[in-house]
């Protein structure tokens, strides 16, 4: 029953249709990258599964439970236990130093300080950054910003990680750096991860693609802008 | 440095190099000691290949710092079995045929791309087997980008190929 599991999810913004009839499941453990081309709905879909946008039709269950008919307080509850979310960009919060941006999640649900602040020196260390732990945001570069992120999502040990391009904004190397480090904690600690990605090669370190084109899984698996039959363009 | 060291050698540094066959090992020893960039030492000789060591001579050494000071030409060539089965598919074949060859090509590169992923990020890998795939992933992404624009511009292609 540790799965995610999504039934014919539709969600439009106005006019705009983002994702028609959606349906995939996600293994415990298991890591799954999102691909396709820009607009496809990726970002929507992750926001759905994530239980931060609820669909206009369709289901969202979390081990056997629908969470998508959830209250937001109930779903942002288990965003701070289960599932934890990871962007491109930190979001950390910029008046916190590193360390009391990591310990926050375990604050609120509930960790003693000193507990917190201990574990959330660990795994700043085991990120790579634990000499920033009493700097801000401010005063750190973008990769040591995104390793903090990423050792704030993984602090809870989340079921899930939800990860939107988490490497986007950072050069190849140390893109690479982190998602190792990223893709090798998950594992560890059996997290399953939904990784967005438009790079093969950051696609690659899943267990699966899912390619999205026009807001439905593309079964070809190309996500190509152009229909396949037809051929002139 | 016997032969048998340098084989170990070449299959521990160069991991995902075409493997290199003791034969082979023994026939460019023999080559470069007949051209004096490499002297055999030591009598034992007499006792088989195997237990013949061999060292750089002088020219030996500077005929390898003049290789490694030796800038090789970027890409004269586009030289790729993928390049001409997709300009042969759509000269003698049709669009579907080059497609079909294309996603196929593709599926093959994103299995590859994911072994030498995962062989990278074991947690026991080498720095010689994480140079190795980093080298061969790079590759490989390359070619899935030009799988993947080919795909949508081979319809396009066809017309001009064809016309
Ligand atoms: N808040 C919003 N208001 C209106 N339309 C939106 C909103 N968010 C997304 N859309 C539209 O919904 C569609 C899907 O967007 P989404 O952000 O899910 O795409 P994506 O696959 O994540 O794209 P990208 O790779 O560029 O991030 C697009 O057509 C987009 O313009
Ligand atoms: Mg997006």
Request: aromatic share 6%.
């Amino acid at each position: 029953m540790t799965k995610l599991e999504a039934r014919g999810l539709v969600k439009s913004y106005g006019p705009t249709p983002a994702l028609r009839d959606v349906t995939l499941d996600i293994d415990e453990g298991e890591i799954v990258a999102v691909t396709g081309p820009s607009g496809c709905g990726k970002s929507t879909l992750l926001h759905c599964l994530a239980g931060i946008l609820r669909p206009d039709a369709g289901e969202v269950s979390w081990r056997g439970h629908r969470i998508d008919t959830w209250s937001e307080a109930a779903r942002s509850r288990l965003r701070r236990t289960e599932f934890g979310v990871l962007f491109q960009f930190g979001q950390l919060v910029a008046e916190l130093t590193a360390a009391e941006n990591v310990a926050l999640p375990l604050l609120l649900a509930g960790t003693g300080r000193r507990a917190a602040r201990a574990a959330a020196c660990d795994w700043l260390e085991r990120l790579g950054v634990a000499e920033y732990a009493d700097v801000r945001p401010g005063e750190m570069s973008g990769g040591q910003q995104q390793r903090c992120a990423t050792a704030r999502a993984l602090v809870t040990e989340p079921r899930v990680l939800f990860a939107d391009e988490p490497t986007g904004a950072l050069d190849t190397v140390t893109g690479e750096q982190v998602l190792t480090q990223l893709v090798r904690l998950a594992r560890q600690q059996r997290t399953a991860v939904v990784l967005i990605t438009h790079e093969p090669r950051i696609a690659a370190y899943a267990d699966r693609e899912i390619v999205l084109r026009d807001g439905a899984i593309d079964h070809t698996g190309l996500g190509l802008d152009a229909p396949l039959s037809g051929g002139a363009r | 440095m016997h032969g048998y060291e340098l084989k170990r050698a070449y299959d521990q540094r160069l991991p995902q190099v075409r493997p290199l066959a003791f034969g082979q090992v023994y026939a460019t020893l023999g080559r470069l000691l007949r051209d004096g960039l490499v002297a055999s030492t030591g009598p034992e000789r007499l006792t088989g290949p195997d237990r013949t060591a061999y060292s750089l001579t002088k020219d030996g050494r500077v005929t390898l710092e003049r290789w490694l000071g030796t800038v090789e030409p970027p890409m004269p060539y586009v030289n790729s079995a993928l390049f001409a089965k997709v300009v042969v598919a759509l000269l003698v074949v049709d669009v579907e045929q080059a497609r079909a060859y294309l996603i196929a090509q593709r599926q093959a590169h994103t299995d590859r791309l994911r072994e030498l992923t995962a062989l990278k990020t074991a947690p026991s890998a080498t720095v010689d087997e994480v140079v190795a795939a980093d080298y061969a992933i790079a590759h490989l992404d390359a070619d899935l980008r030009w799988l993947r624009t080919t795909l949508e511009r081979v319809a396009d292609w066809h017309r001009e190929v064809r016309a």
